[in-house]
Structure formats: C-alpha cells, structure tokens
C-alpha cells in the first residue's frame, strides 16, 4: 500500500498563501493522477483539484484562479499552491491517488478574516 505525506498547512490570513505538498512512498504515484480534497469541520470532503501523469490539471470553480497544482515525478510529490487564501478555504487537505483508495493523514489549513 502507498504511504502519502501531506505538510506545508497552517495559518494564513485572508488574502496570504500557502504551499501544500503530498510525497508517497513508492512509483505508483507517478504513474497515476494525484488529486486534493479538503474537508471542512462538519461537512463532507470534497475535491479540489487533479493532476494527470502527463501535468494536465482540473480544479473545482472555487479555487480556480487561486490554487495551482502541479507535480515533481523525479520527487514522488504533488503541490498545491494556494494563493488569495479566503476563511472558507479552511479545512483539512488530503492528497489521493486517484482510483486508490489510498490516503495521507491530512494537513490543517486555516485562514483567519
């Protein structure tokens, strides 16, 4: 099973940035589309952004324009910079192999008004 690794979360005021980063353990990141969810306190997780193998990215309509994803694979790492930040971005991040069930332990962003 691959081992994911997500760091870079803290506090941010709103308007500040962050960068998110997700390592793994083995190639199997590399070789599969990586995505970001994030989970609000009481509320479902949801996705927010995608990169395929190749560096082709998706985000969700409430982060376009804000977050940038983009992947190392020589580094077996995902990041996901998170720029403009607004208090509703608060929330747990967990990266993801897409069409894995496989899980980081989640990194805690919060950004305060």
């Known amino acids: 099973q691959v081992k994911l690794v997500e760091s870079g979360g803290g506090l941010s005021q709103s308007g500040g940035s962050l960068r998110l980063s997700c390592s793994a353990s083995?190639?199997?990141?590399?070789?599969?589309?990586i995505s970001w969810y994030r989970q609000a306190p009481g509320k479902q997780r949801r996705w927010v952004a995608r990169?395929?193998?190749?560096?082709?990215?998706d985000y969700a309509d409430s982060v376009k324009g804000r977050f940038t994803i983009s992947r190392d694979s020589a580094k077996n790492t995902v990041y996901l910079q998170m720029n403009n930040l607004k208090p509703e971005d608060t929330a747990v991040y967990y990266c993801?192999?897409?069409?894995?069930?496989?899980w980081g332990q989640g990194t805690q962003v919060t950004v305060s008004s």
């Open positions: 993801t192999v897409v069409g894995f069930n496989y």
């Open positions: 083995d190639s199997t990141f590399s070789a599969n589309a």
């Open positions: 990169v395929g193998t190749s560096g082709n990215t």
